[in-house]
Nanobody, 119 residues
Framework: QVQLVESGGDLVQAGGSLRLSCAASRSPFSTNEMGWYRQAPGKQRELVAV???????NYADSVKGRFTISRDNAKNTVYLQMNSLKPEDTAVYYC?????????????WGQGTQVTVSS
């Protein structure tokens, strides 16, 4: 088990910036990846960005060049720096951590943090 605490969501004007944080409780199991997903009203949850254990990152096309995911291993925290925000970025943002239990993996989700971008 791992607990995730997200923060950083807010109301911001288009063109502005926000930084989301997700602090994960310590686990004796290794982490495959940490990532951010989002869900807008009436839409399915979608991947925003993910960072795997080796440091490789992957982004949704819609956020490439604007968002940056990073990880502080000492703090067991993953960040999402969001710049040049657009109204279509409005959504609840969820942090996800995948742990490696050896024979299987398990996903854990945060409670979500609201990001609202006004035009």
């Amino acid at each position: 088990q791992v607990q995730l605490v997200e923060s950083g969501g807010d109301l911001v004007q288009a063109g502005g910036s926000l930084r989301l944080s997700c602090a994960a409780s310590r686990s004796p199991f290794s982490t495959n990846e940490m990532g951010w997903y989002r869900q807008a009203p009436g839409k399915q949850r979608e991947l925003v960005a993910v960072i795997v254990s080796g440091g490789t990152t992957n982004y949704a096309d819609s956020v490439k060049g604007r968002f940056t995911i990073s990880r502080d291993n000492a703090k067991n925290t993953v960040y999402l720096q969001m710049n040049s925000l657009k109204p279509e970025d409005t959504a609840v943002y969820y942090c996800k951590v995948q742990l490696n239990y050896g024979l299987h993996n398990a996903d854990y989700w945060g409670q979500g943090t609201q990001v609202t971008v006004s035009s």
